[in-house]
């Protein structure tokens, strides 16, 4: 007798404090399309998960924060992530590159080989693509498979309807698309292993598994 799998679990986490955040709505509606495919959606606003600035001694001193202890378990029991992420001048909010500094001391390293989607939101016409091209960086560093199509909303503040859909007819299809795409990636690797699970190395990793294949390639 076989078993039905269990559907894919997604942490959707809105990289923003401002409750108003165009950001978070991005997550939100995020949220909903993974929903729509019959897959679940884990909704994780950051300021949930309250964490000081990483400090060694604290660290040292105190072990880690609750906040990073419950991302962790978060990103644990999912089996992918997406990150909704402001720009800041460019580049990545500080509180968001503070929370994966913190997450990523935890070992085993939550990060490791999750697949990841990443999108933005920003009034400016970049939409906050700068800062997500930056993202990329220590998220792939700590062995994350961030997906080649990124999401940007440029104008956003006039970007979403009343109900919470994309304004623009096209950009909400495309937004659908690039959703679903990463959601087959991701049933594609958990239900069929026909990814190799080691893809990145990251400073600190000491598992020495060899690489024996790269579907990737």
Known sequence: MTTEPHPLRVLVIGAALRKGSTNIRLASLVARLINDTGATADLAPLYDFDMPLYNGDVEEAHGLPPGALALC?????????????????ASVPGVLKNAIDWVSRIRPQPFKTKHALLVS???????????????????????????????????AHEGFTESGDLADPGLQKRLTDTVRG????????????????????????????????????
């Open 121 to 155: 939101a920003s009034p400016s016409m970049a939409g906050g693509n700068r800062g997500l091209w930056v993202l990329r960086v220590p998220l792939e560093h700590l062995g994350t498979r961030v997906y080649p199509d990124m999401f940007s909303l440029a104008k």
């Open 182 to 217: 990463f959601l087959s990636l991701v049933e594609a690797d958990t239900r069929y292993g026909c990814l190799q699970r080691r893809w990145y190395e990251f400073l600190g990793d000491r598992t020495g598994a060899p690489v024996t294949q790269r579907a990737e390639d």
């Open 73 to 89: 378990e978060r990103l644990r029991s999912s089996d992918a992530f997406v990150i909704a992420s402001p720009e800041y001048n």
